[in-house]
């Protein structure tokens, strides 16, 4: 069973910078397509941006194109989300999510076709 442990959330002023973490157990990242979800208060969760390292794609949501890097580090099995130039309308709870990479050149943008989540971790940006 995959788990899914997200960390490095915060508050931070607009224009600065947070690095989330998403550490991976019960199976290797690579493996899957390994995605970013927020959802503030009252609104629908929205795909921040997801990773296919089998494919070697990435793909980023509008809102933070530019703005947002997906990496991961094989040795510890980990995740990251760098977030720069933030932004008060980045504010979000932020999951990390994962799914089989059955095809690998596909990167879902839909909530529902991840199995694996975390269990968030909270970012606030002041403006």
């Known amino acids: 069973q995959v788990q899914l442990v997200e960390s490095g959330g915060g508050l931070v002023q607009a224009g600065g910078s947070l690095r989330l973490s998403c550490a991976v157990s019960?199976?290797?990242?690579?493996?899957?397509?390994m995605a970013w979800f927020r959802q503030a208060p009252g609104k629908e969760r929205e795909f921040v941006g997801g990773k296919s390292w089998g494919g070697s794609n990435t793909y980023y949501g509008d809102s933070v194109k530019g703005r947002f890097t997906i990496s991961g580090d094989d040795a510890k099995n980990t995740v990251y989300l760098q977030m720069n130039n933030l932004k008060p309308e980045d504010t979000a709870a932020y999951y990390c999510a994962a799914v089989w990479a059955f095809d690998p050149r596909r990167i879902p943008t839909s909530r529902y076709e991840y199995t694996y989540w975390g269990q968030g971790t909270q970012v606030t940006v002041s403006s």
């Open positions: 019960g199976g290797t990242f690579s493996s899957y397509t």
